[in-house]
């Protein structure tokens, strides 16, 4: 496949349980990003990775949030103590990053997350 | 603070006409534009974008205009199709993370008739 891919698709968990979120950006884009979207919001920015490091995470909320790409490649955005207002839509997208100017961020379908 | 505003949040066109989308913003130090579109259930997918440094861009049907002294920026799409129809979205980013940092607005559902 050549477009970002997003694993589940949906995931519906109970109030204080752990959830994980996956991402497979496209092969070869060294940037990954995370948003989340609310119901009538646009995306919100969460965390950047450049590589295996993440360069910007200010826009995870709290420590509850934290994310990962240990290889530089797939991501995964892992929520614990879940609660209500969590659920939203999580959105993945990369670019080809390679420094100076903006490059065209690709996203995946994201992943709706519900919290009951 | 919704940095980045869309006022309208549906617009319904007739096939063929013109859709003239708006989009405000109040930080003065982003410096690159950038429309999203996006259908359900899937991602948002880039359509145009606009550096700070021009006040047009054009591809296609697709115009973005800008206006640093007002913050304010337009997309056009002329003429409309109805594959027009999905909800977009006004983003922009800042260099002080080298612009990788999208500050969208809230999204524009757009409707073409038939």
């Known amino acids: 496949g050549a477009g970002v891919s997003q694993t589940p698709s949906n995931k519906v968990t109970e109030k204080g349980k752990y959830v994980e979120l996956r991402c497979d950006p496209i092969?070869?884009?060294?940037?990954l990003y995370w948003y989340r979207q609310s119901l009538g919001q646009g995306p919100e920015f969460l965390i950047y990775f450049q590589g295996t490091g993440a360069a910007d995470d200010s826009g995870l909320p709290n420590d509850r949030f934290f994310a990962v790409r240990p290889e530089g490649s797939v991501s995964t955005l892992k929520i614990q103590r879940t609660e209500r207002g969590d659920s939203a839509v999580y959105l993945c997208?990369?670019?080809?990053?390679?420094?100076?100017?903006?490059?065209?961020?690709?996203f995946g379908p994201g992943t709706r997350l519900t919290v009951l | 603070d919704q940095q980045v505003k869309q006022n309208s949040p549906s617009l319904s066109v007739q096939e063929g006409r013109i859709s003239i989308l708006n989009c405000d913003y109040t930080?003065?130090?982003?410096?690159?534009f950038l429309w999203y579109k996006k259908y359900p259930a899937e991602g948002p997918t880039f359509l145009i974008s606009i550096s700070s440094i021009k006040d047009k861009n054009e591809d296609g049907r697709f115009t973005v205009f800008l206006n640093k002294s007002a913050k304010h920026l337009s997309l056009h799409i002329v003429p409309s199709q109805p594959g027009d129809s999905a909800v977009y979205f006004c983003?922009?980013?800042?260099?002080?993370?080298?612009?990788?940092?999208?500050?969208f607005g809230t999204g524009t559902r757009l409707t073409i008739i038939p």
């Open positions: 983003a922009a980013s800042a260099p002080d993370f080298g612009n990788e940092k999208l500050t």
């Open positions: 930080n003065s130090m982003f410096d690159y």
């Open positions: 092969s070869g884009h060294t940037a």
């Open positions: 997208a990369s670019s080809s990053k390679a420094g100076g100017d903006y490059n065209e961020q690709f």
